[in-house]
Nanobody, 123 residues
Framework: QVQLVESGGGSVKPGESLTLSCATS????????IGWFRQVPGKEREGVAC????????FVRPSVRARFTISKDKYKDIVYLQMRDLSPEDTGTYFC????????????????WGQGVQVTVSA
């Protein structure tokens, strides 16, 4: 059974950092792409980062590229989203998702999703 489970969300102050984890199971991670998305109420879900595992290729949305990093745990099937210098505009629900075909900022190629984790940035 394919599973993606996010963790690491929370409430932080502007300028602080958070690292989100996406623990995967039920499939061979190296054959897929893992994307991170965020969504705020009333807006479409937008991709912020994506990782092709093998061969490795990384994509980070230009608007967050200076502050967000996507990576894979060296030993475990976990993909991280490291976020630094957070601002209130980063508030939202963050999801990880699996794609068999491509990395995309659109949700379209992603067929399996985690349940999401809340990130709140507020003074």
């Amino acid at each position: 059974q394919v599973q993606l489970v996010e963790s690491g969300g929370g409430s932080v102050k502007p300028g602080e950092s958070l690292t989100l984890s996406c623990a995967t199971s039920g499939f061979t991670l190296e054959y897929f792409r893992i994307g991170w998305f965020r969504q705020v109420p009333g807006k479409e879900r937008e991709g912020v980062a994506c990782m092709k595992i093998l061969p490795q290729d990384l994509f980070v949305r230009p608007s967050v590229r200076a502050r967000f990093t996507i990576s894979k745990d060296k030993y475990k099937d976990i993909v991280y989203l490291q976020m630094r210098d957070l601002s209130p505009e980063d508030t939202g629900t963050y999801f990880c998702a699996r794609s068999a075909t491509s990395c995309s900022w659109s949700p379209d190629p992603y067929t399996h999703w985690g349940q999401g984790v809340q990130v709140t940035v507020s003074a």
